[in-house]
């Protein structure tokens, strides 16, 4: 007669269980005699901090994909296969990992390791948290190698997308672009998406929109690029950002736009541009005041306020005392055209579809319901920039 084992273990709410504060005493409370007893004074308890950091239980293809490089690991950090299984091993919560050499880095750092973690149902890792994952490396890594983790760095890819319907299939606008809205938010949470080498696919997602709905016709998608530049308020700072991917080069500039921003020794709101050089490799970053009227000239402030690497999709800003931002949170947002439509999360760089800063477009198509069948008075939709020196 087989014998069955029974291993208790613990179920969760998982995610439902997060932002807890608030809990009620259910247990019993013995006295020495053993006689259960009625805590009175303990009927409620309130925590100083909600619950966080939950999350469901483990997928299959999470345990297919760490299984095997936790056994390739042998408990030593040495490639950054293995880095990546130890983290999550002594930091369950951790969503994604960039593990990246110094060798590779600009300038190169020999003898370091530099780790980007992004945490579960959070963005960034508290100093505590830093060091406490650095202690434990050390138990793993070789003498000699020093390890820095890095707080995370999102490239954001916005999308702006006309999409066309036939109206004689499906009547409801504001329906279709919930559907769209929906299908792309699923296509958001992917393996593609929100991880450290992620890539956004353009013919996967245009092919997504394509069929939300059996009425979508066509899509004209134009891809668009975001890093968050955090700024200094009233300090005199040097800025770099890193897109990771070459820019597309708009012919008299455009390429680089932002929000808006105040400067030292002005209260006017000021924004940042880009100003191609002949070699086509190399641009200088501007900052001007847009013209008080439609269809005047910009007034350049400083001409030479940094430079652009077109070709490695990196933005250097020269010290510039910053004192206030349009955006919240001392935030000024900096926004490029790639070069391809196909977007990759480099190195350090935590890949995210922004869903809430694009724009979806619902237009009819009247050659397809009939309406139009000659073409005539067909909206057509460019695939190009708006011509914009500014984020809208």
């Known amino acids: 007669m087989a014998t069955q084992l029974a291993f208790p273990y613990i179920i969760t709410d998982g995610k439902d269980g997060n932002e807890g504060k608030n809990f009620a005493f259910s247990g019993n409370i013995l006295n020495d005699s053993g006689t259960p007893i009625s805590p009175y004074e303990l009927t409620t308890v309130t925590t100083s901090q909600s619950a966080r950091n939950g999350s469901d239980i483990e997928s299959v293809d999470s345990v297919r994909y760490f299984a095997p490089r936790m056994y390739s690991a042998q408990n030593r950090a040495v490639t950054p296969r293995d ?125 997504i929109v394509d069929r939300a709905n059996p009425s979508i016709t066509s899509n004209i998608m134009r891809v668009q690029m975001r890093r968050d530049l955090k700024c200094l308020i009233n300090q005199v700072a040097q800025y770099e950002l890193c897109f990771g991917n070459q820019f597309h080069i708009l012919e008299g500039g455009g390429t680089v736009k932002s929000t808006g921003f105040t400067i030292q020794g002005s209260e006017e709101i000021v924004y940042l541009t880009d100003i191609p050089r002949a070699d086509g490799l190399f641009g200088d970053i501007a900052i001007f005041k847009p013209a008080i009227v439609e269809g005047g000239d910009s007034e350049v402030v400083i001409k030479s306020a940094g430079t652009v690497d077109y070709t490695k999709g990196e933005i250097l800003i020269n010290a510039v005392q910053i004192t206030s931002t349009v955006k919240g949170n001392d935030t000024v947002e900096v926004q490029v055209f790639p070069e391809s439509n196909d977007v990759v999360g480099l190195k350090d760089l935590y890949l995210s579809l922004d869903l809430s800063n694009s724009q979806i477009n619902i237009v009819r198509d009247t050659i397809s319901s009939g309406q139009q069948i000659s073409g005539i008075g067909y909206q057509v939709t460019s695939s190009y920039s708006n011509g914009s020196l500014i984020r809208q």
Do not use: C, H, M, W
């Open 83 to 207: 880095y990546e299984a130890i983290v999550q091993s002594i930091y369950p919560n951790t969503e994604s990992i960039s593990v990246v050499g110094g060798e590779e880095l600009d300038p190169p750092e020999f003898g370091t390791v530099v780790l980007s973690i992004k945490p579960r149902n959070g963005t960034f890792l508290s100093d505590f948290t830093k060091q406490n994952i650095l202690t434990k490396l050390k138990s793993y890594s070789i003498a000699g190698i020093n390890q820095r983790i890095e707080d995370l760095k999102i490239l954001y890819v916005e999308l702006v997308t006309s999409v066309y319907y036939n109206n004689s299939i499906f009547d409801d606008p504001n329906e279709l672009k919930s559907q769209v809205i929906q299908a792309l938010t699923e296509y958001g949470g992917s393996t593609n998406l929100n991880k450290f080498g992620g890539r956004f696919k353009y013919s996967e997602s245009q092919r």
